[in-house]
Nanobody, 127 residues
Framework: QVQLVESGGGLVQAGGSLRLSCAASGRTFISRAMGWFRQAPGKEREFVAA????????RYADSVKGRFVISRDNAKNTVYLQMNSLKPEDTAVYYCAAMRGILTRYVSPDPNEYDYWGQGTQVTVSS
């Protein structure tokens, strides 16, 4: 079991920055790939970024590439999403998730491959 709690969301103007955190508990956290997803009102949940258990092989959605950075600190059981140059279209509820499998180098953009999810944190970008 992995429990995930996101924080760091809020209201920011376009062009601003936010840093999301995902605090994890559970023995297998440090062995799992982790991802961030988001869901805007009326839209499906979409992939944002992910990285493997050791912090390698980062993968980003094209819409956030060059603006967002995913990282993790396994000593602190925490995953981060640094979001820069925010746009109104980044407005959504952001979720962190732990991927199925242990010590995999591969990271998936498919939410169906993630077993554990946080409750989400709202990010609102005003124009």
């Amino acid at each position: 079991q992995v429990q995930l709690v996101e924080s760091g969301g809020g209201l920011v103007q376009a062009g601003g920055s936010l840093r999301l955190s995902c605090a994890a508990s559970g023995r297998t956290f440090i062995s799992r790939a982790m991802g961030w997803f988001r869901q805007a009102p009326g839209k499906e949940r979409e992939f944002v970024a992910a990285l493997n258990w050791s912090g390698g092989n980062p993968r980003y959605a094209d819409s956030v590439k060059g603006r967002f950075v995913i990282s993790r600190d396994n000593a602190k059981n925490t995953v981060y999403l640094q979001m820069n140059s925010l746009k109104p279209e980044d407005t959504a509820v952001y979720y962190c998730a732990a991927m199925r499998g242990i010590l995999t180098r591969y990271v998936s953009p498919d939410p169906n491959e993630y077993d554990y999810w946080g409750q989400g944190t709202q990010v609102t970008v005003s124009s």
